[in-house]
């Protein structure tokens, strides 16, 4: 229990003024298309679980995209649940066992970070690492327990150092390259952290949990058969 209140919390407040999201409120609106295409998943999420993990770079926008997608999936009618998870105990010992659980309730779970940016640290921080070591990482990154949809919010240098003026550019470009190696094994979506962020990552969404319906159902048929 005692784990659990120091690894989830409710949605984080709005940023304060110096950081803005990545849209404006009059863009944030959802098209028709995309509000009629949440509302045919509610009752296949109402069935089982989904779960989205959204992980990238200190600036890149991870907590304002969990905010905004919250805020989508809620006007909905999706139960959400935000977790915000960066130790790397807990991300060994309790994500896992949520994710798993997730699956057997209803509604979405959005991880803002996770195992991936305790393993890009590793492998950005020291960068003189053994490549043993580093290619254990990698292989490990490959075998955990994977969330429905893994979303990599990426963004350039200029623009995280807008957020973070501490990020150096060659401290950005080195977890750069540890985000996007973890990304080509872990089969992380990159995208960019822009005003069609939000649209693109519910795109996705929508299409997995149709995706996963369709698989579920011809498994369904296959062992019926």
């Known amino acids: 229990m005692a784990l659990t209140l120091l690894t989830q919390r409710p949605d984080p407040p709005a940023p304060p003024p110096s950081v803005t999201s990545q849209s404006s409120a009059p863009d944030r609106a959802l098209d028709s298309r995309i509000s009629d295409a949440l509302g045919e998943c509610r009752a296949r999420l109402d069935q089982r679980g989904f779960t989205i993990s959204l992980s990238g770079l200190d600036g890149s926008g991870k907590t304002t995209m969990a905010r905004e997608l919250a805020a989508a999936l809620r006007d909905a009618g999706i139960a959400v649940r935000t977790h915000h998870v960066y130790r790397l105990l ?9 994710i798993r659980r997730a699956h057997r309730e209803s509604g979405v779970q959005i991880f803002d970070r996770g ?4 393993i890009a640290h590793l492998l950005a921080h020291p960068p003189h690492w053994p490549n043993v070591m580093k290619r254990w990482l990698i292989r490990f990154a490959q075998r ?14 200029i623009r995280t150092r807008a957020r973070r003026p501490e990020v150096s550019t060659e401290t950005h470009a080195r977890f750069d390259r540890a985000y996007r ?14 005003a069609e962020a939000l649209h693109q990552v519910l795109t996705r969404l929508i299409a997995a949990v149709h995706a996963r319906t369709a698989t579920l159902r011809t498994g369904r048929l296959g062992s019926s058969g």
């Open 90 to 98: 807990s991300n060994l010992l309790w994500t896992p066992r949520v």
């Open 144 to 157: 955990y327990p994977a969330c429905d949809l893994r979303v990599l919010m990426h963004t350039d240098a």
């Open 115 to 118: 195992i991936h940016d305790n």
């Open 181 to 194: 190696r973890i990304a080509t094994v872990a089969d992380l979506e990159i995208i960019e952290s822009d």
